[in-house]
Every structure is written in structure tokens, then in C-alpha cells.
């Protein structure tokens, strides 16, 4: 798993290091600073993406099984994770 922060890079040390510390994650985490080529990368991520976030994405074996554009509740993320395990 990779998370990514579409925070500005200013924040990165403060609000964004603050947030993985609380929250105590462990996984990678990148941060995606690139609001010049976003209707670039956008649409590559997903076609139907229209930038919002949260938008949660699962990939195996470099092809996107599942995406979703908003919140996901704990269970909701449960169960695609078993869907596609």
C-alpha cells in the first residue's frame, strides 16, 4: 500500500508529517505536488476521476481492479480489500 498527499509541498514537515505521526502510519507516503500537469495525470489515474479527494484506487499487478472518488468508511475499504485480495 502507498498513500499520497496532494498537499503543497510547504506542508509537507508540518501538517502533513503531523497527520502520519497521529495517525501512526506506516507506509509509504508520497506527496504529489503537480498542479500544473493535473488534467494530465488525473484522467491516467481514471478516466472518471474528476480530481476530488479522497479517491481510493487499487491496482495488482500494474491494472486498476477498483476505484472510488470520496470517503470510504472502514468497512467499505474492508470489503474491497477482501474483494480483491
Known amino acids: 500500500m502507498i498513500l499520497v498527499s496532494l498537499d503543497k509541498k510547504e506542508l509537507l514537515h508540518t501538517s502533513v508529517q503531523q497527520v502520519i505521526t497521529k495517525k501512526n502510519i506506516t507506509t509509504d ?7 500544473k500537469r493535473m488534467n494530465d495525470w488525473i484522467p491516467a489515474v481514471n478516466e472518471e476521476w474528476s480530481g476530488a479527494i479522497p479517491a481510493t484506487a487499487f491496482y495488482k499487478h500494474g491494472k486498476q481492479l477498483a476505484f472510488n472518488e470520496g470517503k470510504l468508511t472502514k468497512q467499505e475499504l474492508e470489503t474491497l480489500i477482501k474483494q480483491h485480495l
Not at 29 to 35: C, E, P, R, S, T
Open 29 to 35: 507516503v508520497y506527496l504529489l505536488d503537480d498542479i
